[in-house]
């Protein structure tokens, strides 16, 4: 798989461009920004690494998570996501057309590996957590007919998409999901990057799930390939969106320390190669003097090798993480 494949260049760079025109409208007076503690370890002393769109990067020296920090508001930052140019274009001009190919390429596979993954939760109840378009869950439903599927979304728009499709929609956010409310598996896709506060996120899934019940979820990880060498000029790192960037390490800290168990952390990411060839040939960006070599002169094998040991090695920037609730 190649990164044309499911996002197109042009569009992501012009999906950036307003993002950060959102970014310096909504928070052009950064006086209400607040430090934070690092989010997996609580370390109140991280190290500055680099500012980029006017926010700036730190990390934990204890557990190498790294953040934004410091960072807005939650109301302020919510502004950005519910009514803004960014997300508009987001939804028409990025996902949508795009919707079908990321079925193929994404959502099939990942219905099918839970599938293969949980065959014990195969006919009990599973929550997709921020479902979107449901189209995940979509594929969830061919393969687990019998289960009892619930997208929790707090977008009304995204939410009436969903239950359109014959759903069964929470319309909300996780944080005000009933706590009555029990589920053997809670899935989270691209999501922990984005929250403003990850350790009230994961206590609500543990008090939501059954004893024994999973949380499966995906994230980048800040010790990723392309991320550590691309560093500020990744375009994964943008501000504010992206707040929180986990690695193996601290994903385990996080939810250990919350009441879950790890059963895998892994990196099967496929792209990590791809995107860095990207940046030096179409945006000009130098990834150093080995990788322009690779590629020059490194053959097609010789790439896909090197991105089978990034996968095996747990040095992708797409992180797999199963957890249990003890």
């Known amino acids: 798989m190649k990164e044309e494949d499911i996002r197109k260049r042009d569009v992501l760079n012009r999906y950036l461009e307003l993002v950060q025109e959102d970014s310096n409208r909504i928070f052009h007076d950064r006086s209400a920004f607040i430090n934070i503690d690092c989010p997996t370890?609580?370390?109140?002393?991280?190290e500055r690494r680099?500012?980029?769109?006017?926010?700036?990067?730190?990390?934990?020296?204890?557990?190498?998570?790294?953040?934004?920090?410091?960072?807005?508001?939650?109301?302020?930052?919510?502004k950005i996501y519910i009514d803004s140019p960014s997300t508009k274009f987001w939804v028409n001009d990025f996902f949508l057309p795009m919707a079908d190919v990321r079925r193929e390429k994404i959502f099939k596979p990942r219905a099918q590996f839970i599938t293969d993954r949980f065959p014990d939760v195969r006919h009990k109840r599973m929550a997709d957590i921020g479902a979107g378009f449901g189209l995940f869950l979509e594929e969830m439903k061919i393969l687990w007919p019998t289960s009892d599927i619930v997208a929790i979304e707090p977008s009304l728009d995204m939410a009436k998409i969903c239950r359109d499709k014959g759903l069964s929609v929470l319309e909300?956010?996780?944080?005000?999901?009933?706590?009555?409310?029990?589920?053997?598996?809670?899935?989270?896709?691209?999501?922990?990057?984005?929250?403003?506060?990850?350790?009230?996120?994961?206590?609500?899934?543990?008090?939501?799930?059954?004893?024994?019940?999973?949380?499966?979820?995906?994230?980048?990880?800040?010790?990723g390939f392309d991320i550590q060498v691309l560093w500020e000029k990744a375009k994964s790192v943008f501000p504010p969106q992206h707040l929180n960037f986990f690695n193996p390490h601290s994903m385990e800290i996080l939810l250990v320390q919350n009441g879950f168990e790890i059963v895998e952390i892994a990196t099967p990411?496929?792209?990590?190669?791809?995107?860095?060839?990207?940046?030096?040939?179409?945006?000009?960006?130098?990834?150093?003097?080995?990788?322009?070599?690779?590629?020059?002169?490194?053959?097609?094998?010789?790439?896909?090798?090197?991105?089978?040991?990034?996968?095996?090695?747990?040095?992708?920037?797409?992180?797999?993480?199963?957890?249990?609730?003890?």
Request: glycine share 8%; hydrophobic share 35%.
């Open 41 to 46: 370890c609580g370390n109140s002393e991280p």
């Open 50 to 78: 680099f500012d980029k769109m006017g926010f700036s990067y730190v990390q934990c020296e204890k557990c190498e998570t790294l953040f934004i920090s410091p960072r807005p508001a939650y109301r302020d930052l919510m």
């Open 172 to 223: 909300t956010a996780l944080e005000d999901v009933d706590p009555q409310e029990r589920f053997d598996l809670m899935t989270s896709f691209e999501l922990f990057e984005h929250l403003h506060d990850p350790l009230p996120f994961v206590a609500k899934v543990h008090g939501l799930l059954n004893p024994g019940g999973y949380l499966f979820l995906t994230t980048l990880n800040g010790l």
């Open 269 to 326: 990411g496929q792209l990590d190669w791809d995107i860095i060839e990207g940046a030096y040939l179409h945006d000009g960006l130098d990834p150093g003097r080995f990788f322009q070599t690779v590629s020059r002169h490194g053959t097609t094998e010789a790439k896909r090798d090197l991105q089978q040991w990034i996968r095996a090695n747990n040095f992708s920037s797409h992180m797999r993480v199963i957890s249990r609730k003890l």
